[in-house]
């Protein structure tokens, strides 16, 4: 079962910041927390994964609060091309680590 | 690097056929793939983890015997689904993991499209 919410859908402005808020409040001490996005029709494809400490790379930026229950990620410039079905999972140590898939935020970027 | 391929991209099959699937890790050695269904609208779902060398593991409500899976190299597992018929078409995508401990990533394959006619 999913451990996380996070809201059905959202919309962004082209060339504006995205912010995907997740909530994870049952999350333990050493899982950690990943982000995947679909495009349609696509494989999920790997954005970024952190543990505690916000994390950055070329595509996106993982804020995680200081007591691990929310965590927020930022896609800097939003363009068309990020529009996609974005997942936030925790993997989850009841689960055997496996990624569990829930529905995820819908994310459209208006030009 | 981590790139996962499959093969077919989409297959149209005949009810009652055999279907195989591979899935190859290009870059990486993966002891461990896993396989899941996504059908129109709904999220993905787990259906096995492939283990090279060693059965798979199903998880509940899988057939195993419908959904025959073999890891005989560290960078190809394969999905055979058994006498398809219509309800089996879906979306089906692999995974393999890279890395080790509780910060292995999984990178997925592009899916297969498999309608059952």
């Known amino acids: 079962d999913a451990k996380t919410t996070q809201p059905p859908s959202m919309d962004c402005a082209e060339g504006r910041a995205a912010n995907l808020p997740c909530n994870h409040s049952?999350?333990?001490?050493?899982?950690?927390v990943y982000w995947y996005r679909q495009i349609h029709s696509q494989g999920p494809q790997y954005i970024i994964h952190?543990?505690?400490n916000n994390e950055t790379n070329e595509m996106a930026s993982l804020i995680i609060t200081e007591d691990r229950k929310s965590s927020t990620l930022i896609l800097p410039h939003a363009t068309l091309r990020d529009t996609a079905v974005y997942y936030c999972?925790?993997?989850?140590?009841?689960?055997?680590?496996?990624?569990?898939f829930g529905a995820g935020t819908t994310v459209t970027v208006r030009a | 690097g981590a790139v996962v391929s499959q093969h077919p991209s989409r297959v149209i099959c005949k009810s009652g056929t055999s279907v195989k699937i591979e899935c190859r890790s290009l870059?990486?050695?993966?002891?461990?793939m896993f396989w899941y269904r996504q059908f129109p609208k709904q999220s993905l779902m787990l259906m096995a983890t492939?283990?090279?060398?060693?059965?798979?593991?199903?998880e509940q409500g899988v057939e195993k015997d419908k959904f025959l899976i073999n890891h005989a190299s560290l960078t190809l597992s394969t999905l055979t689904v058994t006498s398809a018929h219509p309800e089996d078409s879906s979306f089906y995508i692999c995974?393999?993991?890279?890395?080790?401990?509780?910060?292995?990533?999984?990178?997925f394959g592009p899916g297969t499209r498999l309608l059952v006619l």
């Open positions: 995974s393999a993991s890279v890395g080790s401990g509780l910060a292995k990533t999984q990178y």
């Open positions: 049952t999350i333990s001490g050493n899982e950690y």
């Open positions: 952190g543990l505690k």
């Open positions: 999972i925790v993997r989850d140590r009841s689960n055997d680590y496996k990624l569990s």
């Open positions: 870059d990486f050695q993966a002891t461990t």
């Open positions: 492939s283990n090279e060398g060693s059965k798979a593991t199903y």
